[in-house]
């Protein structure tokens, strides 16, 4: 595999190196932080009706969390 040289602005850099790993290189870093699959490779590859009910369960458990959380901040002294 060959190697690129790429222009970053600094906040860019930053930001990888903030979260770079101590034995990462920068390739690693990115390459981790990016993932197998992106997002956009995903679109299409479920139905209207799966992709509703994966919204609703996600919606769902998001609430959940949100009440949960609420209800630790209330009871809290």
């Not at 860019?12 to 390459?31: C, F, G, M, P, W």
């Amino acid at each position: 595999m060959g190697t690129r040289t790429i222009q970053l602005d600094e906040d860019v850099y930053e930001r990888i190196e903030s979260a770079q790993h101590e034995d990462e290189t920068v390739s690693e870093t990115i390459n981790r932080l990016l993932g197998s699959t992106s997002l956009h490779e995903l679109v299409g590859t479920l139905s209207d009706d799966a992709a509703a009910e994966a919204r609703e369960t996600i919606t769902t458990s998001r609430d959940a969390d949100i009440d949960a959380e609420r209800e630790l901040y209330e009871d809290s002294p």
